[in-house]
């Protein structure tokens, strides 16, 4: 009996900390800062629209889009920022590439070059639909 009391005492307080923990950790539905380490921004970005990206980090140090010949609506952009995240081990991205279609970004590339080279050194991610 002793036993099945100090179980249970045990898994009420394993409940109790792991809520505790839940608390403390910021949640991901938090819109109002983008975050700059490499995973995080791979994970939140698709999140935010391009008003809230270039508000946080201003304009694309090169912006190029593609429009529909007919009625020259935007459908796609390739953003480049110089500078704005980072590895796992601090240093930083000289460039981050964000490719969009109409307002979400689809792809996420971080490049140790100013962009204008090839994609030697690169690292891309695709953005998962959520």
């Known amino acids: 009996m002793k036993y099945l009391a100090y179980c249970c005492l045990t898994i009420l307080q394993a409940c109790f900390i792991q809520a505790a923990i839940a608390e403390e950790i910021p ?8 975050p700059t380490l490499e995973q995080d921004f ?14 946080q ?8 889009d593609v429009k529909v010949k007919t009625t020259g609506k935007i459908v796609a952009s390739i953003w480049q920022y110089h500078f704005i995240n980072t590895a796992a081990d601090g240093t930083y991205y000289e ?8 307002d979400k970004v689809v792809m996420v590339a971080f490049m140790n070059n100013d962009g204008a ?10 953005i998962p639909n959520k």
């Open 27 to 34: 949640s991901t539905n938090n819109n109002s800062e983008i």
């Open 42 to 55: 791979v994970n939140s970005i698709n999140k935010f629209s391009k008003e809230q990206i270039i508000a």
């Open 57 to 64: 980090f201003g304009e694309p140090a090169k912006a190029d």
């Open 95 to 102: 460039t981050t590439e964000l490719d969009f279609i109409d």
């Open 117 to 126: 080279e090839g994609p030697e050194n690169n690292q891309q991610y695709q």
